[in-house]
């Protein structure tokens, strides 16, 4: 009776885990919650003030002598107010004037939080200098905050706001448009409005928030299509790319893309678009660090 006891205690009994593999499994566990957290916390409170400068070379056939190596500073998506301070924005505006381009381009969505004046961008924003000038056309939020608020402190900052309209550059009597469209999903775009006057073999730069209008560009005598809107997807993963675009920014959603024409057309359209600056819904980026763009034309 004794012995058959004791064989049933022990059948009973679980296996002891050996030490080392408890070591294991905590530091599997420690693994499996920190990197989580610490990928949350890069993408929160590191990732989204490493502000980058992007270089980018471009060769337009049409472009004027006058104007080759033609400089132009591409900004876009501020989203001012939502975690976009005038601290972070002054930062921007050095950088950009360091680098001292001829002409300075904002692609839209100036504001963003209601609860944040965005008078407090403008002292900053006009300090942006150019001698070929200061152009911007609205965004989808610029609409959703309020149209005539972001056009009011655009000016307010000295830049020309482009609304199916355009404007000739001139260079040692050479001459390149600058048109802008209305936003594409909260206005009324207007290419042949934007273009009226321009001369059909005048090299033309749009300015067009969504990126994915250039499908519709591509139909017009445009060279080349500046754009935002799509932020790179602001969450970027490995192996798998934006985690989530916007309509509209989901064909060129980042970096430059180059169009080519049908129909006896040889000219190609090229579109480039930047991840912009701020953030917007949530303030993370992770592998999409924020960033404003100097672009060199060349005749080609």
Not at 88 to 115: S, Y
Not at 149 to 178: C, D, M, P, T, W
Not at 193 to 210: F, K, N, V
Request: glycine residues 8%; aromatic residues 6%; contains cysteine.
């Amino acid at each position: 009776m004794m012995v058959e006891s004791l064989s049933r205690r022990n059948a009973n009994q679980r296996p002891e885990r050996s030490p080392g593999r408890r070591r294991f499994l905590r530091r599997l566990l420690g693994v499996m919650i920190g990197v989580p957290a610490a990928a949350a916390g890069y993408a929160r409170f590191i990732e989204p003030f490493m502000l980058r400068q992007r270089t980018l070379h471009l060769s337009l056939p049409r472009l004027p002598q006058a104007f080759n190596g033609l400089t132009i500073a591409h900004l876009t998506d501020i989203h001012f107010g939502h975690h976009m301070s005038a601290e972070r924005l002054q930062q921007v505006v050095d950088d950009i004037q360091a680098a001292e381009p001829d002409l300075i381009c904002l692609m839209g969505d100036l504001v963003e939080d209601r609860e944040v004046s965005v008078a407090q961008a403008i002292p900053v924003l006009r300090q942006l200098t150019a001698p070929l000038g200061k152009f911007a056309v609205l965004g989808n939020h610029d609409y959703e905050r309020g149209m005539d608020l972001a056009s009011e402190a655009f000016e307010a900052s000295g830049f020309q706001v482009l609304k199916n309209e355009s404007h000739l550059i001139e260079r040692h009597g050479a001459v390149v448009a600058v048109a802008g469209i209305d936003d594409a999903l909260k206005g009324i775009p207007d290419m042949n409005a934007a273009l009226r006057g321009i001369a059909a073999d005048t090299c033309s730069i749009l300015l067009a928030h969504e990126p994915d209008w250039g499908k519709e560009a591509l139909n017009y005598p445009i060279d080349l299509q500046l754009s935002g809107h799509s932020h790179g997807g602001q969450v970027r993963l490995p192996f798998f790319g934006p985690l989530l675009l916007p309509r509209l920014g989901t064909r060129y959603p980042d970096g430059l893309y180059e169009l080519e024409r049908t129909g006896g057309e040889t000219r190609s359209l090229f579109i480039y678009t930047s991840r912009g600056i701020g953030t917007t819904v949530l303030p993370i980026r992770f592998s999409c660090p924020p960033e404003w763009t100097i672009i060199t034309l060349s005749k080609s």
